[in-house]
Nanobody, 114 residues
Framework: QVQLVESGGGLVQVGGSLRVSCAAS????????MGWFRQAPGKQREFVAR???????AYADSVKDRFTISRDNVKHTMYLQMNNLKPDDTAVYYC????????WGRGTQVTVSS
């Protein structure tokens, strides 16, 4: 079992930066893949970024070169650094972790105001 809690969301102006965190507890070292999805009002949940246990990363085209995913194995925490934020980045951001099954956090709201 893995429990995930997101934090760090908030209100930011266009062009600003924000870092969201995902704290994991439970079977942290069973995790083979972690990442972020987001869901804007009226839209489907969409992939944002992921990091596998070997450190390989992948990003959605819409956030590439603006967002950076990282992981602190000592703190059992994953981060998503978001720079040059745009109104289209407004969404609830969810982290997930995959072991033999997938676990999800409850999300953190990110609002980018113009």
């Amino acid at each position: 079992q893995v429990q995930l809690v997101e934090s760090g969301g908030g209100l930011v102006q266009v062009g600003g930066s924000l870092r969201v965190s995902c704290a994991a507890s439970g079977s942290f070292f069973s995790i083979v893949d972690m990442g972020w999805f987001r869901q804007a009002p009226g839209k489907q949940r969409e992939f944002v970024a992921r990091m596998s246990v070997d450190g390989a990363t992948a990003y959605a085209d819409s956030v590439k070169d603006r967002f950076t995913i990282s992981r602190d194995n000592v703190k059992h925490t994953m981060y998503l650094q978001m720079n040059n934020l745009k109104p289209d980045d407004t969404a609830v951001y969810y982290c997930y972790a995959t072991t033999s099954r997938q676990f999800w956090g409850r999300g953190t709201q990110v609002t980018v105001s113009s």
